[in-house]
C-alpha cells in the first residue's frame, strides 16, 4: 500500500501533463488557423484593392465588381471576429480556403482584363 499511492500519484500527474499537452497543442493548431486565415484574408484584401484601381483606371468607378468582393470580405472578418474562437479548425480552414478561392478567381479576371486591353492597343 505504501507504494502504491506514490504510483497512483504519478500515474495522475503524468495524465494531467498529458492532457494539459493536449489542450496546448490543440490552441496552438487554433490559433495558427486564425493567423492563416488572417493572412488569407489580408492578402486577398490587397489584391482587391489594386484590382480596384486597376478596373477604374480601365472602365471608370461606376461598374467595379470588387466592391462586391470587399463586402464579402468584411463579412466573413466580421464572421471571424464572432466566431473565431469556438469554430472547429475544419470550419475555420474552410473560410480560408473561401479566400483563397476568392483571390485566385480575382487574379484570373485580372489576367482576362490584361489580355483583353492587350488586344484593344
Same mark, same amino acid.
Given at each position: 500500500?505504501?507504494i502504491?499511492?506514490?504510483?497512483?500519484?504519478?500515474?495522475?500527474?503524468?495524465?494531467?501533463?498529458?492532457?494539459?499537452?493536449?489542450?496546448?497543442?490543440?490552441?496552438?493548431?487554433?490559433?495558427?488557423a486564425?493567423s492563416?486565415? =488572417?493572412?488569407?484574408?489580408?492578402?486577398?484584401?490587397?489584391? !482587391?484593392? @489594386? %484590382? /480596384? +484601381?486597376? *478596373? $477604374?483606371?480601365?472602365?471608370?468607378?461606376?461598374?467595379?465588381?470588387?466592391?462586391?468582393?470587399?463586402?464579402?470580405?468584411?463579412?466573413?472578418?466580421?464572421?471571424?471576429?464572432d466566431?473565431?474562437?469556438?469554430?472547429? =479548425?475544419?470550419?475555420?480552414?474552410?473560410?480560408?480556403d473561401? !479566400?483563397? @478561392? %476568392? /483571390? +485566385?478567381? *480575382? $487574379?484570373?479576371?485580372?489576367q482576362?482584363?490584361d489580355?483583353?486591353?492587350?488586344?484593344?492597343?
Open positions: 500500500m505504501g502504491l499511492l506514490p504510483l497512483l500519484l504519478l500515474a495522475l500527474a503524468g495524465a494531467a501533463a498529458l492532457l494539459a499537452l493536449r489542450v496546448r497543442r490543440g490552441s496552438r493548431r487554433r490559433q495558427q486564425i492563416q486565415l =488572417l493572412d488569407a484574408a489580408d492578402a486577398l484584401e490587397s489584391r !482587391l484593392r @489594386a %484590382a /480596384r +484601381a486597376e *478596373i $477604374e483606371a480601365v472602365a471608370g468607378s461606376d461598374e467595379n465588381p470588387v466592391r462586391a468582393a470587399m463586402q464579402e470580405l468584411l463579412r466573413q472578418r466580421l464572421w471571424l471576429q466566431n473565431a474562437e469556438r469554430a472547429s =479548425l475544419e470550419q475555420l480552414h474552410g473560410v480560408r473561401a !479566400l483563397d @478561392a %476568392a /483571390r +485566385a478567381s *480575382i $487574379e484570373r479576371q485580372l482576362r482584363v489580355r483583353a486591353r492587350a488586344g484593344a492597343v
